[in-house]
């Protein structure tokens, strides 16, 4: 665990970053590689883990009020929990459409199984293995 190495002082706490770092990384990254394609959103799991990095959108869209971001390319989510409305494991792709994080024609799927499984043969024929 990352605490008990800090106490050991084999790590530098300054190595690690905070979820604030992380998303300015984000929005950064978001808008220059957004600015002449869109990018699409690939969710394993759920949860407040896996759903931290597509708020990127929102909060440039409402916090930061600038315009011409692109939303999400497209959202594709794999998940073996139930989908149901306000769940954070399972919320269904439409639900990202009330909270501003996919547009209302965003192409949107969602897989239920096991990732473990599942994420492997996805990946190997989107990459023509």
Not at 19 to 36: Q, S
Request: proline content about 5%; overall charge negative.
């Amino acid at each position: 665990m990352d605490g008990a190495h800090v106490i050991e002082k084999d790590i530098n706490v300054g190595i690690l970053k905070v979820g604030i770092e992380y998303m300015t990384f984000l929005a950064d990254w978001y808008t220059d590689n957004t600015k002449d394609c869109t990018i699409g959103f690939f969710q394993i799991g759920g949860g407040i883990a896996g759903d931290f990095p597509i708020c990127v959108v929102p909060m440039l869209h409402q916090d930061l009020q600038r315009h011409g971001v692109p939303f999400w390319g497209y959202f594709c989510q794999i998940s073996d929990s139930t989908t149901s409305y306000g769940s954070y494991s399972g919320a269904v792709p439409n639900e990202k459409i009330t909270w501003g994080k996919l547009y209302t024609d965003t192409p949107r799927f969602i897989v239920e199984s096991d990732a473990t499984i599942v994420a492997p043969l996805m990946f190997a024929y989107i990459l023509g293995w």
